[in-house]
């Protein structure tokens, strides 16, 4: 299937902006996917899942989250981010987030690279005072998917997103109430916001050996899923729910997806 890609821009004052892709050559509105970003950005990564979505039969979109007004800040540039994420693959990942093991692995580095790759980590490993501004970001690129843009105005938008974006994933689907599912890989709701408002179905893949998330789930929402009801839910691991009631179905009929 031949794809139309393309960055455009969305939002009040269009100051947002964000990478989409969809069937070439089809007339009549699809359904939308919101493809939501790890800490690196809308990078060759989370551009191809959202080429597979559109492979698939969907309107797909990534928000440059970084992005405001046409450009990053410039700890956050395209080329600044793939350095860092080159260096960190040259130290442990033990030391990624160990600020002493890191700045002793960062001053090695040759003239001010160091220094450069350090505030972009930096940025990188601190987005979480970010979340409620990220939130309403892509609450606007739902709006702007079913109101606006032609390719998908009038259908139906759920949301899939890694890590970081697993969790703005989960809090979209608290502060839409109109879109159709979520996914997560990975990523969890911060505990400012409450699960009482989602209505949409939620699907969260975990590693069923990561201990970080299943010690999580005998104590607390995160990686977890609720099982009764929200004003009194109890967690079991999301790998438990594959073939469940709490799932999110992208289906296809002929041509066309739909979102149900």
């Known amino acids: 299937m031949s794809l139309h890609t393309e ?3 969305y939002g009040d004052g269009r100051g ?10 089809v007339s009549e509105a699809l359904p939308a996917v919101i493809v939501l970003q790890e800490i690196w950005g809308v990078d060759g990564h989370i551009q191809d899942v959202t080429r597979r979505l559109a492979q698939a039969g969907y309107v797909a979109f990534a928000p440059d989250l970084f992005a405001v007004d046409g450009s990053r800040p410039e700890a956050l540039d395209v080329d600044r981010v793939d350095a ?13 987030r160990n600020t002493e093991e890191r700045e002793a692995s960062l001053s090695r580095l040759p003239g001010d690279e160091g220094k450069r790759i350090g505030q972009t980590l930096e940025r990188l490993f601190n987005l979480g005072g970010s979340f409620s501004a990220f ?8 709006t702007f ?7 998908s105005r009038g259908q139906g938008v759920a949301s899939i997103g890694f890590c970081l974006g697993g969790g703005l994933s989960a809090a979209l689907a608290a502060r839409d109430g109109q879109l159709r599912g979520a996914i997560m890989f990975y990523g969890s ?15 969260g893949f975990y590693g069923e050996r990561d201990k970080r998330i299943t010690e999580a789930c005998r104590n ?14 109890t967690y079991i691991p999301m ?20 979102l149900s």
């Open 7 to 9: 960055w455009i821009s």
């Open 16 to 25: 947002y902006s964000g990478y989409a892709a969809r069937p070439e050559g």
């Open 84 to 96: 860092a994420k080159s260096f960190l693959n040259t130290i442990p990942q033990t030391a990624w």
């Open 135 to 142: 939130v309403e970001q892509i609450a606007e690129a739902a």
């Open 145 to 151: 998917l079913r109101e606006s843009y032609e390719p």
């Open 189 to 203: 709701l911060p505990p400012s916001i409450s699960i009482e408002p989602i209505r949409a179905p939620i699907l």
């Open 220 to 233: 607390s929402p995160p990686g977890c899923r609720p099982q009764a009801s929200r004003s009194n839910p």
């Open 239 to 258: 790998r438990r729910t594959l073939s469940s009631t709490i799932r999110v179905r992208l289906t296809m009929s002929g041509r066309r997806a739909t």
